[in-house]
């Protein structure tokens, strides 16, 4: 028989609580409704799951935690909470809470819950060890740090809500890999993941592109086009670049987030849609907030569960297993058969600072790995900082076709031109549109095509 300690001030939610988990016979199942009382049983009685309110009267689900995991570090501890308090009780799973519910909630995902937890416990409870479908669920998330250790047992143990997530961190980071790695590890990974960069999709296309339109709605609407919202349905809507959506877009969002409910152009019925949103920046959005620049009521629906990213200059154990993984890659493609760095393109990656990070550190390997003559990546094939030297004509490129040479080294001075304009503007698109006689889609196109990444 399997222990379960349920705590709950209110009698209603107890006898509930009670009700609900009769139904197993496999549960020995013991009721309080005081939390003094309940602290001083987790300290003398070991429960093989704890199920406790976040907010009582007397003592804190906090506390009960808190007691429970110092005295017998195996039991699983369940926060029930209810809205309103969902930062407390992501604060409670960073603290060793196995999971949270909110209220409302089903029997079904109590069973859930516990089922998992009981699996775990049953495994030897948390051991630092991802389990095969977690490990599947994270494939391609390379690192070695404690820092990304750390995010991955979180996003773990959050991926099972529906909260809506808020990732942070610097260009070329990894926010939309941690973003598919929430949504494949969910119950709604069987469903889409929907990708959209507020930054790259034209302004006055964006709200047909998420809402759909009806046919006529506008010059050149000869069909009906259901939206991105729609086709996410049950699924994740990614919002990549989220700061650079625009206020009046900002309202529409918010009264989907509100309603559940989305509007095609040209169509006066709405439709009821079930999405969890997963949004991403590399902008400070509480300075945008305080800025006026993004609404305040906006920022909180989205920012339920926030995740940052730390730079890769801050976890440099993930520098050489990232660059390893990319180098394997592309002897897959490419099948030159590299071997690996020397010792001295390793110190140089230990030094370099990754303003880019990973991004920036695929593009530099992939740009070494077709300079590279030898079987081994050298510092010189690294254009790294302060390195001023032209574009080099390898060999190599010489032994390709006229096109393919001439393909090449326009996509490496693409690259250098733009990245040099957008960090002497500061990453202000406008302005280097304007600087270099391209239209801003032109410049978001390149961005994108290249993945080019800025120090601001």
């Known amino acids: 028989m399997n222990k379960i300690l349920i705590i709950d001030d209110e009698i209603e939610m107890l006898n509930s609580l009670q009700k609900i988990l009769a139904r197993r016979e496999d549960l020995d199942l013991e009721l309080i409704q005081n939390g003094s009382s309940a602290l001083q049983v987790v300290k003398d009685q070991k429960f093989d799951v704890i199920i406790t309110d976040l907010m009582m009267k007397d003592v804190s689900g906090m506390d009960i935690l808190k007691t429970c995991l110092n005295r017998f570090p195996d039991s699983m501890v369940i926060i029930i909470s209810g809205y309103g308090t969902i930062d407390a009780s992501v604060e409670a799973m960073r603290q060793g809470a196995f999971d949270f519910i909110e209220k409302p909630f089903t029997s079904r995902r109590l069973f859930e819950s516990i089922d998992r937890a009981l699996a ?201 297993p990232l660059a390893e993984h990319i180098l394997k890659d592309l002897n897959a493609k490419n099948d030159k058969g590299i071997k690996g760095f020397t010792p001295d393109a390793r110190q140089a990656m230990l030094d370099y600072p990754w303003s880019g990070n990973v991004r920036e550190l695929q593009n530099m390997i992939g740009r070494a790995y077709i300079l590279c003559g030898q079987s081994f990546i050298d510092r010189m094939d690294f254009p790294l900082s302060g390195d001023e030297r032209p574009i080099a004509i390898d060999r190599e490129m010489l032994e390709l076709s006229y096109k393919e040479a001439k393909e090449l080294v326009m996509e490496q001075f693409e690259m250098e031109y733009l990245t040099h304009h957008l960090k002497k503007n500061e990453g202000n698109i406008s302005k280097t549109a304007d600087e270099c006689g391209l239209d801003r889609r032109s410049i978001h196109r390149l961005i994108n095509k290249y993945h080019i990444v800025y120090q601001k």
């Open 120 to 320: 775990q416990k049953a495994d030897g409870g948390p051991s630092g060890e991802i389990p095969t479908e977690v490990d599947e669920a994270l494939k391609g998330i390379i690192y070695r740090s404690p820092q990304m250790a750390e995010l991955i047992a979180f996003i773990s143990k959050i991926a099972a809500g529906n909260m809506n997530v808020l990732i942070t961190g610097e260009s070329g980071t990894g926010k939309e890999l941690i973003a598919r790695a929430i949504h494949n590890l969910s119950k709604r990974r069987h469903n889409p993941f929907v990708p959209v960069n507020c930054g790259a999709l034209p302004e006055h296309l964006f709200e047909s592109e998420l809402f759909g339109y009806e046919r006529g709605a506008f010059t050149g609407a000869i069909k009906t086009k259901p939206g991105l919202l729609e086709f996410a349905d049950q699924g994740t809507f990614f919002l990549d670049e989220i700061g650079e959506l625009s206020t009046a877009m900002q309202v529409k969002l918010l009264r989907m987030l509100e309603d559940k409910k989305i509007r095609r152009l040209g169509s006066e019925k709405e439709i009821s849609i079930d999405v969890r949103i997963i949004a991403a920046t590399n902008r400070d959005l509480e300075l945008a907030v305080s800025e006026k620049k993004f609404r305040a009521d906006l920022f909180y629906r989205l920012n339920t569960i926030h995740i940052d990213i730390t730079p890769l200059r801050k976890r440099k154990e993930d520098i050489f």
